[in-house]
């Protein structure tokens, strides 16, 4: 086989109907389009975001902030797997936002930390994050370890 043999599987490819108004075209008088009207008209029919010529909703999204699109009081948190804490921290370290950071767990702009259960933990640590799964402060407590919650403050700004 070579590249100028291969050729589309019989059927797949359909020919374009070329339309025309009018009787002689073979489509009939209005060629599908029914009567008069803008459908009718060449470059009639609007696209899917048309509203009659009104400004766009899509097109007014990036002005529209506040209320249902920006929630001022959201918390994200930095979620870390206490697998990772097993392989990054000695037995009897404490683990805390700081020392996250310093071993590359977490980033600068992480305002809270989250530590979630996924993986196994063998070794005593003390860690110090915002929010704990109930499966990762028993993995915690069973490797020996203790687990203190920092507080999260909640609030935000208002947008009016």
């Not at 459908?39 to 899917?48: E, L, W």
């Not at 020392?99 to 110090?128: C, M, Q, W």
């Not at 999260?152 to 700004?157: A, I, L, N, P, T």
Request: glycine share 16%.
């Amino acid at each position: 086989m070579k590249l100028h043999e291969i050729k589309p599987a019989p059927g797949s490819r359909k020919r374009k109907k070329r339309k025309g108004i009018g009787i002689a075209a073979g489509q009939g008088k209005t060629a599908g389009r029914g009567q008069k009207g803008q459908a009718a008209r060449t470059g009639g029919v609007k696209g899917p975001y048309f509203e009659g010529g009104q400004f766009p909703m899509v097109r007014k999204l990036p002005f529209m902030r506040g209320v249902g699109f920006n929630n001022p009081y959201r918390i994200v948190y930095r979620p870390i797997n206490v697998g990772i804490l097993a392989k990054k921290f000695a037995p009897g370290s404490e683990v805390n936002p700081q020392t996250l950071i310093e071993a590359g767990l977490a980033r600068r702009s992480d305002k809270y930390i989250a530590i979630l259960g996924v993986g196994e933990l063998n070794v005593p640590l003390k860690v110090v994050a915002h929010k704990f799964s109930e499966s990762a402060r028993q993995k915690i407590e069973q490797a020996g370890g203790t687990v203190v919650k920092l507080e999260v403050k909640r609030g935000g700004y208002r947008t009016r």
